[in-house]
């Protein structure tokens, strides 16, 4: 099964940051990777798809890129509504998935 | 617009069945794969099961085969999860998820399942 590591688990940002997430994969995965957003009690939201391509109506802010088996989200300048947790995912193996971990992004 | 509404969680003794149903509407259901995907309390997402849209294959976690059952009606537009032999790391919250080969943007809300004594 392909595994799904994502670092780091948790890091403090203040607002107007640059922040990244990183995603490896255990093996490659081309560009078959998303990434959510996940507000607490809500379900996830679809940010990226294909590694790099955002979302419709997802701030530009947001960007994806990599292929094989390492990715990033980088949000360039972080706003308070970006304070959650992100996560990865690999649809290589489609129709099974795995997830990461999670990042949780919290305020300075 | 798309809508998913899962039903059907609540708390069930280790060992007990439950079966959880996910209401689709805003899109023609028969035409599109399912996923039921899973929450832990205070954990990550963990993917549970995938029935394709004619309910011709059915993929499972490892952690759930052979107790999980996916199932749909695309005559009443709703997804099932027959979960048997419930353990206690099966409390979660499960969300359903429609497939869109890239992942999902629509999901229900989710329905939280404990499985305690």
């Known amino acids: 099964a392909i595994r799904m590591t994502q670092s780091p688990s948790s890091f403090s940002a203040s607002t107007g940051d640059r922040v990244t997430i990183t995603c490896r994969a255990s093996q490659g995965i081309s560009s078959y990777l998303a990434w959510y957003q996940q507000k607490p009690g809500k379900a996830p939201k679809l940010l990226i798809y294909a590694a790099s391509t955002l979302q419709s109506g997802v701030p530009s802010r947001f960007s994806g890129s990599g292929s094989g088996t390492d990715f990033t989200l980088t949000i360039s300048c972080l706003q308070s509504e970006d304070f959650a947790t992100y996560y990865c995912?690999?649809?290589?193996?489609?129709?099974?998935?795995?997830f990461g971990q999670g990042t949780k992004v919290e305020i300075k | 617009q798309v809508q998913l509404v899962e039903s059907g969680g609540g708390v069930v003794q280790p060992g007990g069945s439950l079966r959880l149903s996910c209401a689709a509407s805003g899109f023609t259901f028969s035409s599109y794969g399912m996923h039921w995907v899973r929450q832990a309390p205070g954990k990550g997402l963990e993917w549970v099961a995938f029935?394709?849209?004619?309910?011709?294959?059915?993929y499972y976690a490892d952690s759930v085969k052979g107790r999980f059952t996916i199932s749909r009606d695309n005559s009443k537009n709703t997804l099932y999860l027959q979960m048997n032999s419930l353990r206690a790391e099966d409390t979660a919250v499960y969300y359903c998820a429609k497939d869109q080969l890239r992942g999902a943007i629509h999901w229900g809300q989710g329905t939280l399942v404990t499985v305690s004594s």
């Open positions: 029935i394709r849209y004619d309910g011709s294959n059915k």
């Open positions: 995912q690999q649809y290589y193996s489609y129709p099974t998935w795995t």
